[in-house]
């Protein structure tokens, strides 16, 4: 079905990303009818089939784990509700900060960050992998749908937006702890067919996405960490920004069941944290006055943030999370089985390159054994949790029937 062109282009703000001035997509193409450019990279990401595989994609627990529990296909959506509303309120493209929200996750493996971790380990000795630049490799290579070209071919924004969401990867902005060895060579590969200009900051849109990111995750990863035992309210009582909000629910509601309690405590949390990204961002663009989205691009730091406090405190609470949950006993004893299932999976498959399937097959060099290590990351990565179980069933128990 087709969308209505946005009818709120005209009142956007002189930073904001305009359709009409796209820098184009890499292999050119008619314009819609209907829609802009930057609403059909949204709908192509959402009709790609590495977009639907994140239903079955590890957010924290895996799926057979629980079917209430987030995966990367609920966080992708709920970031993308987050970037549109901040994006609406600063009169910035809303399809645009969408595309770049619902984008941001599709690179990831099966098994989410302990995959990567082991997929990452596994590759070392053949360039690793990094979930970021594997976003960029199936936006541009291995979704194979359109008859004239691979990829999505999505226009330059919304690919600067996924590669440079997190800040510049290159020059004087770019922050050394994200890129310790520098451009990854993926990124830089494409780069010279395309340049994103690495060395300059995203958009606004991109922005908004990666703010919303850490937004969603925290507090989704609180929620679902409640209601998975690994901790309790209590234990949230001087976590800042929580606590503070949790008692004032309390006051407010009194002795209500728990799951009514935790759901205004978390909506309540995000609406804090989103109106303080508003109020630091107008204060930012207010006193760098940008005059477009270039001169966003070209400003020494990013211009969505939160404020220094809600920073100090959002890192606060990511910390919680990494000690009460991440790396929780029962989080632990499932990303273990995760990481050998990943270790054994790229470990048999770079041996014995004929079990992939006959179209994986067909993309192997035999006498390259750098690409084999790449076409075998690939395979991987595209593969959900349930998948990857399957398949290392079928790989290594021999009691499992042939199909």
């Known amino acids: ?70 995966t990367r296909l609920t966080h992708s959506l709920e970031v993308s509700q987050i970037s549109r509303s901040i994006a609406r309120a600063l009169n910035i493209n809303e399809d645009l900060a969408e595309a770049v929200a619902l984008a941001h996750d ?14 990452d380990n596994a590759a070392a000795s053949y360039g690793g992998f990094d979930h970021n630049v594997q976003t960029l490799r199936t936006l541009t290579r291995l979704e194979q749908r359109y008859a004239d070209f691979d990829g999505l071919n999505l226009t330059w924004e919304t690919l600067e937006g996924t590669v440079k969401h997190n800040g510049p990867l290159s020059g004087p902005h770019a922050d050394p702890e994200k890129t310790p060895d520098g451009v ?7 780069d010279r067919q395309f340049s994103l200009d690495l060395d300059g900051f995203a958009s606004l849109e991109a922005q908004v996405a990666a703010l919303a990111d850490d937004i969603a995750y925290n507090n989704h990863d609180l929620d679902d960490g409640l209601r998975a035992g690994l901790f309790t309210l209590d234990d949230l009582m001087d976590l800042p920004p929580v606590g503070p909000v949790l008692r004032q629910v309390r006051e407010t509601y009194g002795d209500i069941e728990p799951s009514r309690l935790i759901h205004e405590m978390v909506r309540r949390v995000i609406n804090l944290m989103v109106t303080d990204v508003l109020a630091e961002t107008r204060r930012r663009l207010d ?23 809600m920073a100090a405190d959002n890192d606060i609470l990511r910390r ?10 029962k989080v632990n004893r499932m990303t273990s089985k995760a990481r050998r299932t990943v270790a054994d999976l790229f470990a048999l498959l770079l041996d014995q390159p004929n079990c992939l399937p006959d179209e994986w097959q067909a993309a192997v060099d035999p006498s390259n054994v750098d690409r084999l290590a790449r076409v075998v990351c690939d395979y991987i990565a595209g593969m959900t949790d349930r ?14 029937r042939a199909e």
């Open 287 to 309: 006193e760098a006055k940008p005059d477009s989205a270039d001169a966003v691009r070209a400003q020494p730091r990013p211009m969505v943030a939160f404020s220094e406090r």
């Open 320 to 329: 919680f999370l990494f000690t009460r949950m991440y790396r929780h006993y």
């Open 184 to 190: 990854p060579t993926g990124i830089q590969d494409f």
């Open 106 to 119: 599709l690179g990831h493996p099966p098994f989410g960050h302990a995959g990567e971790s082991a997929l």
């Open 1 to 70: 079905m087709s969308r209505p062109m946005n009818a709120n282009l005209a009142s956007l703000a002189p930073y904001a990303c305009h359709p009409s001035r796209s820098r184009g997509r890499l292999h050119d193409e008619p314009a819609a009818a209907d829609r802009d450019v930057f609403q059909r990279d949204r709908d192509r990401i959402i009709h790609s089939g590495a977009f639907r595989k994140l239903k079955y994609k590890t957010q924290v627990f895996v799926y057979h784990e629980g079917d209430y529990f987030r």
């Open 387 to 400: 998948y990857a179980l399957l398949e290392h069933d079928r790989l290594f128990d021999i009691h499992h």
